[in-house]
């Protein structure tokens, strides 16, 4: 399974940025998928998360009510729009698949996920 992440650039503080994750080599709607930034000098943290059906999602507190995760299951492709972007979004961000977990079932834990996209950047200026 294959998964790669594009999207990020430079934004500034308020503004917005569409990621996407393409993933191939396993039938899309067999995993769950979630989003993770790494920060310099942080610990990777997980940014939200999105079932199998798409019924299901699931953020950080941090990111609630700003970003929004989504997919396609007919494009093999999820996305996570983020708005009123901080500085402190600024990270690496990685998309990843589990492909154990049900058709409902979101997951923030990143033991949980077997497949990882390689990363995209996303830095905000003030």
């Known amino acids: 399974v294959q998964l790669q992440a594009f999207g990020g650039g430079l934004v500034q503080s308020g503004g917005s940025l569409r990621l996407s994750c393409a993933v191939s080599?396993?039938?899309?709607?067999?995993?769950?998928m979630g989003w993770f930034r790494h920060a310099p000098g942080k610990e990777r943290e997980f940014v939200a998360a999105?079932?199998?059906?798409?019924?299901?999602?699931y953020y950080d507190d941090s990111v609630r009510g700003r970003f929004t995760v989504s997919r396609d299951n007919a494009k093999n492709t999820m996305y996570l729009q983020m708005n009123s972007l901080k500085p402190e979004d600024t990270a690496v961000y990685y998309c990843?698949?589990?492909?154990?977990?049900?058709?409902?079932?979101?997951?923030?834990?990143?033991?949980?996920?077997?497949?990882w996209g390689q990363g995209t950047v996303v830095t905000v200026s003030s």
């Open positions: 999105i079932s199998r059906s798409g019924s299901s999602t």
């Open positions: 080599g396993r039938t899309f709607s067999t995993l769950m």
């Open positions: 990843a698949a589990d492909r154990r977990s049900s058709y409902y079932t979101t997951n923030p834990n990143t033991r949980t996920y077997d497949y």
